[in-house]
């Protein structure tokens, strides 16, 4: 099976075992799904850097991407904070 096949397979696999995971707890805020879910995406990817240099290029757009959302909740969760 090759590498990236293998990374779709198991970043598919984990989000879904977290999903059941959050949904057996009775997780109801999107944040945490979110968080949660760029936090395994990110872990994954860095597992994965053995991928070829155009791969790894797509790869950390994606990261840059899902990590920019994570600092937004972040903001928005310290924003709550402060003005609470």
Known sequence: ?????RYVLSL???LLLTTL???A???Q???DYYTL????A???TELFVYFNRR???GLTLVSIVLFAGFLAIVAARVAALLLA
Request: proline share 0%; hydrophobic share 65%; net charge positive.
């Open 55 to 57: 791969a790894r290029r």
């Open 42 to 44: 990110l872990v994954i």
């Open 25 to 27: 707890a009775g997780v």
């Open 12 to 14: 598919a696999v984990v």
């Open 21 to 23: 995971a959050l949904a």
């Open 29 to 31: 805020k999107l944040a």
């Open 1 to 5: 099976m090759r590498a990236y096949n």
């Open 37 to 40: 879910y760029v936090l395994e």
